[in-house]
């Protein structure tokens, strides 16, 4: 995604700030919803982004969520000793599966209650038993 004109011009001429001589950008480099979708698509989408510490996720089963350029994320400690980062939504019908930190080896959907481990392996599905066109084994929270 290139950088609009309105943009690269502020930036040029800020880019050889010496620390000494350095301030923050514009007022609309912060609420300008074009720059905040280059910034998701540049930053947060090519690269590593910092969402907690490790103490955090300190045992099996530790957990807590955020929000990562508008995607809900659920961090887990897995029984393996795995510490993954995974989709905070439902496979099913899209909706958030927690909002808070704690521990827990299962995450239940509030809407069908299915449910998933902290590998984000599907454990249950409800009313889904028995049909042919759907297997469990092959459902995992990306």
């Given at each position: 995604?290139?950088?609009?004109?309105?943009?690269?011009?502020?930036?040029?001429?800020?880019?050889?700030?010496?620390?000494?001589?350095?301030?923050?950008?514009?007022?609309?480099?912060?609420?300008?919803?074009e720059w905040?979708?280059?910034?998701?698509?540049?930053?947060?989408?090519?690269?590593?982004?910092?969402?907690?510490?490790?103490?955090?996720?300190?045992?099996?089963?530790?957990?807590?969520?955020?929000?990562?350029?508008?995607?809900?994320?659920?961090?887990?400690?897995?029984?393996?000793?795995?510490?993954?980062?995974?989709?905070?939504?439902?496979?099913h019908r899209?909706?958030?599966?927690?909002?808070?930190?704690?521990?827990?080896?299962?995450?239940?959907?509030?809407?069908?209650?299915?449910?998933?481990?902290?590998?984000?392996?599907?454990?249950?599905?409800?009313?889904?038993?028995?049909?042919?066109?759907?297997?469990?084994?092959?459902?995992?929270?990306?």
């Amino acid at each position: 995604m290139p950088i609009p004109e309105q943009f690269a011009e502020v930036l040029r001429g800020v880019e050889n700030q010496t620390y000494q001589t350095a301030w923050s950008l514009p007022g609309r480099f912060y609420v300008d919803e074009e720059w905040f979708n280059i910034e998701n698509q540049r930053l947060f989408s090519q690269q590593w982004v910092c969402v907690g510490r490790v103490e955090e996720l300190e045992n099996p089963g530790d957990f807590f969520t955020c929000d990562i350029a508008g995607q809900p994320v659920l961090l887990t400690h897995g029984k393996d000793g795995k510490r993954r980062a995974l989709s905070n939504i439902c496979l099913h019908r899209g909706t958030i599966l927690v909002e808070e930190s704690g521990s827990s080896d299962r995450f239940t959907c509030p809407y069908h209650r299915w449910s998933y481990d902290a590998a984000g392996q599907l454990l249950t599905a409800p009313r889904m038993t028995g049909r042919k066109d759907f297997t469990s084994e092959e459902c995992r929270l990306p």
